[in-house]
């Protein structure tokens, strides 16, 4: 199904949405992914940065579908109140996930989730366990804990080795705060498949916590993929993570959620920060309810990434297979220099993800933007051998 997008989505960002944009902004943009700055800062006007084909940090290029625009522009009423009505939106969480509200925990983005998660479950000298690269920011957040963090390297075909994962916990097991499992992983794109879960889960002391990072959940086409929500529902120590900064479009506006045993959000909660805003908390209910808009975006995102992919194949550049609204291609030389490079062509990519530092990640943008990006790629390098079985 396809959802139309009218003008008066356009009418809105250019009025409150805009002015509300722009008091966040620096007067000075700089160019480069959350999580990591490169070591040249660049920096550019707001004209210049909207001009940009922006496929740098996996956001929705779509922006929000009417009926989140409407159910925020409506509650802007609230702007200027504390004890403002919220539009349920724990309850509406839970009741789309069949959990009782005491499960469900919000934050400014699921980025708060996995601050909090490392602030409460990190204390006493406790380590995390988990992959690299997998989302970084989970690493720097322990690392200003001071907390240690087992790392463990991916496997050949890029996916998170579980059976490594049991040893590590075993072999630390009094000192392991919680695991990491990115779900699809940031930045490969791979899936952890519900029958590895579940052997992680069996195989480590049931008293670990595991956090599950489910921020892609919603572009996942594999069948061997599931979210990890029903182990909640049997109460294990399991922390599922979720965002609308993804599929919903909403990642300026910073809305995420933590669904979890009540005991382990126990343990969480006096670490939030409450900083969630009236506005995107009436947009992120009527993102739950607007199932078509995701519909939609997923279809279009993974015909793009098909696309896009199928023609580096062709080039004779190797991608790796990908769940999300991102990849990574094979460049055979470092990226740092070539993210510039793009940077140069007005297109943002991603930051570099050691020690990937041969991989680019691309998200997937609009049409015409990945269609720039093509263009830039194919200036930047020669074409190649084709790839075998490149459609």
């Known amino acids: 199904m396809n959802v139309v997008y009218p003008v008066s989505r356009r009418r809105f960002f250019g009025g409150v949405a805009t002015a509300v944009g722009y008091l966040s902004l620096k007067p000075h943009l700089r160019l480069w992914s959350q999580g990591a700055a490169p070591a040249r800062r660049s920096q550019t006007t707001v004209a210049e940065y909207d001009a940009m084909a922006k496929l740098a940090n996996n956001e929705n290029p779509y922006g929000p579908p009417e009926s989140v625009l409407k159910a925020m522009t409506d509650a802007f009423k609230y702007a200027n109140r504390y004890g403002y009505p919220d539009g349920g939106i724990v309850d509406a969480i839970a009741k789309h996930h069949g959990v009782p509200p005491e499960n469900v925990m919000l934050g400014a983005g699921s980025g708060e989730i996995l601050s909090i998660a490392c602030t409460a479950l990190l204390q006493d000298d406790k380590k995390v366990v988990g992959v690299e690269p997998s989302y970084n920011v989970l690493y720097q957040n322990a690392a200003a ?68 990072d489910e921020a892609y959940h919603h572009f996942v086409e594999d069948p061997s993929y599931a979210t990890s929500l029903p182990y909640v529902l049997q109460g294990r120590q399991v922390i599922i993570a ?36 009236a506005i995107v908390k009436w947009g992120g209910v009527a993102a739950l309810n607007d199932t078509a808009s995701q519909a939609w975006v997923k279809k279009v995102n993974n015909e793009l990434r098909s696309k896009t992919t199928a023609q580096l194949h062709a080039m004779g550049y190797e991608t790796i297979p990908s769940e999300c609204n991102f990849f990574m291609v094979h460049i055979r030389k470092p990226v740092q220099p070539v993210i510039e490079e793009f940077r140069k062509k007005g297109v943002l990519v991603g930051r570099p993800f050691p020690p990937m530092l041969e991989h680019l990640r691309v998200s997937i943008g609009t049409p015409e933007e990945m269609g720039r990006f093509m263009t830039a790629f194919r200036e930047i390098f020669p074409a190649g051998k084709a790839a075998s079985g490149a459609k």
């Open 145 to 212: 804990l001071k907390a240690d963090q087992i790392k463990l390297p991916l496997l050949k075909d890029y996916r998170q080795d579980i059976p490594a994962m049991i040893r590590a916990v075993k072999h630390n097991y009094r000192d392991v705060g919680f695991v990491y499992l990115c779900n699809p992983n940031n930045p490969t794109g791979r899936t952890v498949s519900k029958q590895e879960v579940a052997q992680l889960l069996d195989g480590i002391p049931d008293d670990v916590p595991v956090l599950i």
């Open 242 to 277: 979720r965002t609308f900064s993804k599929i919903s479009a909403l990642a300026g506006m910073r809305l995420g959620y933590a669904v979890a045993p009540r005991e382990l959000l126990q343990r969480m909660r006096p670490f939030g920060t409450g900083t969630i805003n």
